[in-house]
């Protein structure tokens, strides 16, 4: 019986980790694409345009994106329209 109860206590154990680090990336992804959007807007009131692409955000913003980890879509439709912006997990 007691096995049993440790074994249920691990699995608890492991499930709430579980979780907890699934939460603490989905938070990781969202502060990344709320910053990618507010360097968008700074660049957009600085210089009348939004930046042409992903690497001029990096160069002229600040903006630093752990490629290991994310993957970012960045597409521009005109450079007075906010650029569709998604980030997602990078798959290992």
């Known amino acids: 019986m ?3 109860v440790v074994l249920a206590v691990l699995l608890c154990f492991t499930t709430a980790l579980g979780n907890l680090d699934s939460a ?5 992804m969202r ?3 709320q910053a990618l959007r507010r360097g968008c807007v700074a660049c957009y009131a600085a210089e ?3 930046p042409a692409d992903l690497d001029y955000l990096k160069e002229h913003y600040g903006i630093q994106v752990d490629e290991t980890q994310y993957v970012v879509y960045y597409d521009l439709f005109a450079s007075n329209l906010m650029p569709e912006i998604t980030v997602l997990e990078q798959m290992p």
Do not use: F, N, R
């Open 2 to 4: 007691l096995p049993l």
């Open 24 to 28: 603490q990336s989905e938070e990781s």
């Open 31 to 33: 502060q990344l694409e």
């Open 48 to 50: 009348g345009s939004y």
